[in-house]
């Protein structure tokens, strides 16, 4: 069985990471996507309900398992056995950090590979700080978000689009 791990800070979840979720849960037998315990760069969202979430939103998907991790990724990728590490790439500025961390990881663990899955057209421009940017001013980020969170991400910073209408 071919394991791989979706690893990534998700603060919040976008339509882009979830375009890649979907189109690397079909390259895998099983796809972990490992949420990063980063509290000490004051997430929005803390790692538990940044779990929760894509626990909600992967419920029906048999394959696609959510956890958290802190530390090393190539110590946790050992721990749940994992074969390949995905990432995605949006521009030429994602991919010096990428290849400096896919080079350590690998260095680390040869064991483990790390795969580029190029981001969609549509939302090659799409990030969550740009996501947080938006919504902080109450500008519209249905078309950035999957649509059950909107109403979380904009209550994060106390705004009340209902209020607006
Ligand atoms: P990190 O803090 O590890 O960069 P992110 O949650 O920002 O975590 O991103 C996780 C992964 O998803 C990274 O490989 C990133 O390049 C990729 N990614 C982020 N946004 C997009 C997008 N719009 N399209 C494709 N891949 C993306």
């Known amino acids: 069985m071919r394991i791989g791990i979706y690893p990534g800070s998700f603060d919040p979840l976008?339509?882009?990471?979830?375009?890649?979720?979907?189109?690397?849960?079909?390259l895998v037998d099983k796809l972990i996507i490992g949420v990063l315990n980063n509290s000490e760069k004051r997430p929005l969202f803390s790692a538990e309900e940044r779990v929760n979430m894509l626990r909600e939103i992967t419920s029906e998907y048999e394959n696609i398992e959510v956890e958290m991790f802190d530390g090393l990724l190539v110590e946790f990728v050992d721990l749940k056995s994992v074969d390949v590490i995905i990432r995605g790439l949006r521009a030429i500025s994602d991919f010096e950090y990428e290849l400096q961390i896919a080079q350590i990881n690998h260095k680390m663990n040869p064991r483990v590979e790390t795969i580029f899955l190029t981001a969609s057209?549509?939302?090659?421009?799409?990030?969550?700080?740009?996501?947080?940017?938006?919504?902080?001013?109450?500008?519209?980020?249905?078309?950035?978000?999957?649509?059950?969170?909107?109403?979380?991400?904009?209550?994060?910073?106390?705004?009340?689009?209902?209020?607006?209408?």
Request: charged share 25%; hydrophobic share 35%.
């Open 14 to 26: 976008t339509l882009g990471h979830w375009d890649i979720i979907m189109r690397s849960a079909k």
């Open 121 to 165: 057209v549509n939302y090659s421009y799409l990030s969550s700080s740009i996501v947080k940017e938006v919504a902080q001013y109450g500008g519209d980020i249905h078309d950035l978000v999957p649509e059950q969170f909107v109403d979380r991400i904009y209550k994060k910073f106390e705004i009340n689009k209902n209020a607006n209408k």
